[in-house]
């Protein structure tokens, strides 16, 4: 851009100096000396842009006509070379990447909300922010590929998150999306670069060790790097669904109940799975493969290994674990592997091709075999659910649910751990109150803080001396015979934490909750929390009949 500009400033030079030398002719008609430089410029001004006001201040030499004449042709063949090359850099590909990423920085800078720093917005990642955004929470979003934001951008997200084509691994692309804003409340690697996650791990760590952060990773080296720089939560789908199928098949209802905890707030129920226990065979030997038959080895589950690549030997199985040489996808082979009595099958390998061909082969071959299917892409997922398998493995879905839980809601991860320590008769009953407190759907889990920021008005009542129990929280703010359709979780106090704490519990400042139930129980309980009338009327049963109470009460209520 800089040489039409040198080239605009040389033409408007030499044609204003042109006039000023070249002598014109006063009133009179007798010689006289050229412009000054004050009218010389004036009129390449308006010669040049074509007004034409005509011969200022006084008529002009035939010398100076034939001056002006060339000035417009030269002026006409500047601004043109001048205006060629603007447009030209309009379509420059990093003329318009600097000003998106000047225009993204201001947007990021301006955040005056809670957000968190999306890195890769592929399948997993676009689950998250459409998730989020679902949740009224912002987001700022880095993506490698220009695509991926275009369809991003076209999206109907609630909440309009910034976003940038860039190199989620270069500390500089981080720090322009806001790592050390202020209101940045944490960091999610979902590239689907292995190094790139790590990277942000580690940016994120060193740059602010406060922020929680969250990686997906599928290499035992690498998260084992990430964890070495404290990587808060590291997501690997792989040993995350194997250890999922390994506890739906020895606790189906421990299994339930996770599910129901970690799954998406709003989306229907997933339909229960029930593994048969006896003999299965797993197609595909790479990194899930590896992992399946490790969990079912610890079950004492037996497995028979169909694997084509050598690498797959004998010496690399654990003991006790049959290996058949060939390809899931052939019936012989299958049928080598015992498919014909075997109680279910994992369709393991990286090819969704061959998962839904081994897959159909098994079904044909034993139509009562327990099918579980790895689907790699998400673009082939109509083909998967038109196959209707039994159980099927989503990496993106996994790690997506997984992120969204931690990030939404602290606690739950602090609840969900603690779910081994009771049987399944438990498990069961707590996933049947959750059905319920959902209505059919995912409920949606939060957390509740005990403070003046969050819940003021009991904070006032505690500081008063009154008793606030946990059942006077449950009790809806409009009626106070009624119950709120919702399920305490946990209490936290302090160091203790209390899974399902009863009625009677009497809470303090600082103490913390993890509740279950539907967005309208959440804004009925918010309206107790920070309205003195709703927690007075239900403490007490003393009504106010102020108009802004009446007003709280009915906007509370669920339509």
Request: glycine fraction near 6%; hydrophobic fraction near 45%; aromatic fraction near 6%.
């Amino acid at each position: 851009m800089r040489t039409p500009l040198v080239l605009l400033i040389g033409i408007y030079a030499v044609c204003v100096l042109g006039l000023m030398l070249i002598p014109g002719v006063d009133a009179e008609g007798r010689a006289a000396p050229g412009l000054s430089f004050f009218h010389a410029f004036y009129v390449i001004s308006y010669t040049a842009t074509t007004i034409g006001f005509g011969e200022l201040p006084l008529p002009f030499s035939d010398a100076q006509r034939l001056w002006v004449t060339t000035c417009i042709y030269l002026t006409v063949v500047g601004w043109s070379y001048a205006v060629v090359n603007i447009l030209t850099l309009l379509q420059e590909k990093a003329f318009r990447a600097a000003v998106a990423a000047n225009r993204f920085t201001r947007r990021v800078r301006r955040l005056t909300e809670p957000f968190y720093l999306v890195c890769g917005a592929g399948a997993t990642g676009t689950t998250v922010v459409r998730s989020l955004a679902g949740l009224g929470l912002q987001c700022v979003i880095i993506e490698r590929d220009e695509l991926r934001v275009q369809e991003l951008e076209l999206e109907d997200l609630a909440t309009d998150p910034p976003m940038l084509t860039a190199d989620a691994a270069q500390p500089d692309t981080l720090l322009r999306a806001g790592m050390l804003h202020p209101q940045c409340q944490g960091v999610v690697a979902l590239t689907d670069d292995e190094q790139a996650n790590l990277a942000v791990a580690i940016a994120a760590r060193l740059l602010n060790p406060e922020y929680p952060v969250i990686a997906r990773t599928t290499h035992d080296v690498v998260a084992a790097n990430m964890a070495s720089f404290g990587t808060d939560h590291i997501i690997n789908p792989f040993e995350k669904f194997a250890a999922e199928l390994a506890l739906s098949i020895a606790a189906p209802d421990h299994y339930r109940l996770t599910e129901l905890l970690t799954g998406l707030p709003g989306d229907e129920l997933p339909e229960p799975h029930r593994p048969p226990r006896g003999r299965w065979i797993v197609s595909g030997y790479g990194r899930f493969g590896r992992a399946v038959v490790r969990e079912f080895t610890r079950l004492g589950i037996t497995v028979t290994v169909i694997e084509p690549q050598p690498r797959a030997r004998h010496d690399e199985l654990p003991d006790g674990v049959r290996f058949v040489a060939g390809r899931g996808t052939e019936r012989a082979v299958l049928l080598a592997a015992g498919a014909d009595t075997a109680s279910g099958v994992v369709a393991a390998s990286d090819s969704d091709v061959d998962n839904l061909s081994t897959a159909i082969t098994a079904r044909e071959t034993h139509p009562g075999i327990f099918i579980v299917t790895r689907q790699n892409q998400a673009a082939n997922a109509a083909l998967f659910t038109a196959f209707e398998h039994d159980f099927a493995m989503v990496p993106s879905d996994i790690v997506a649910t997984e992120c969204v839980a931690l990030l939404t809601t602290p606690l739950l991860n602090q609840f969900v751990v603690q779910i081994p320590a009771f049987d399944e008769a438990w498990c069961a009953d707590l996933a049947a109150r959750l059905e319920q407190a959902g209505h059919q759907r995912v409920p949606r889990y939060w957390d509740v803080a005990l403070d003046a920021a969050h819940a003021p008005a009991v904070v006032d009542a505690l500081g008063q001396g009154r008793v606030v129990t946990l059942g006077d929280l449950t009790r809806d703010p409009s009626d106070r015979s009624s119950s709120l359709d919702l399920v305490m979780l946990m209490w936290h106090h302090g160091e203790d934490r209390v899974v399902l704490p009863g009625p009677d519990v009497v809470l303090a400042p600082g103490d913390r909750l993890l509740v279950a139930g539907r967005s309208a129980a959440q804004r009925r309980l918010r309206t107790t929390l920070q309205n003195a009338n709703a927690l007075e009327y239900l403490l007490t049963g003393s009504e106010h009949s102020g108009w802004l109470w009446r007003s709280l009460s009915r906007s509370a209520r669920p339509r």
